[in-house]
């Protein structure tokens, strides 16, 4: 189990929300996606980060953000 870091914006689009967004941000033990918290049908909260690369899904506790 290893914790991924993501450093900087460039770093993060490569991790999406379960819609396919980069304009997620991390929250108390989960995380908040921008673009979903404008569609009606969507819930902005979500608690696995998807990583485009891998396909992995992330729990909010393997995944570090610096800036
Ligand atoms: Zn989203």
């Avoid at 991790?15 to 396919?20: Q, S």
């Avoid at 918290?37 to 992330?58: Q, Y």
Wanted: hydrophobic letters at 30%; a neutral charge.
């Amino acid at each position: 189990m290893s914790v991924h870091r993501i450093d900087g914006t460039r770093a993060k689009w490569r991790y999406t929300c379960p819609n396919g967004h980069a304009s997620w941000e991390t929250t108390n033990g989960h995380f908040w996606c921008h673009q979903c918290s404008r569609l009606p049908d969507a819930d902005a909260e979500f608690w696995e980060l998807l990583d485009g690369k891998t396909g992995e899904r992330l729990a909010r506790e393997k995944v570090t953000v610096n800036g």
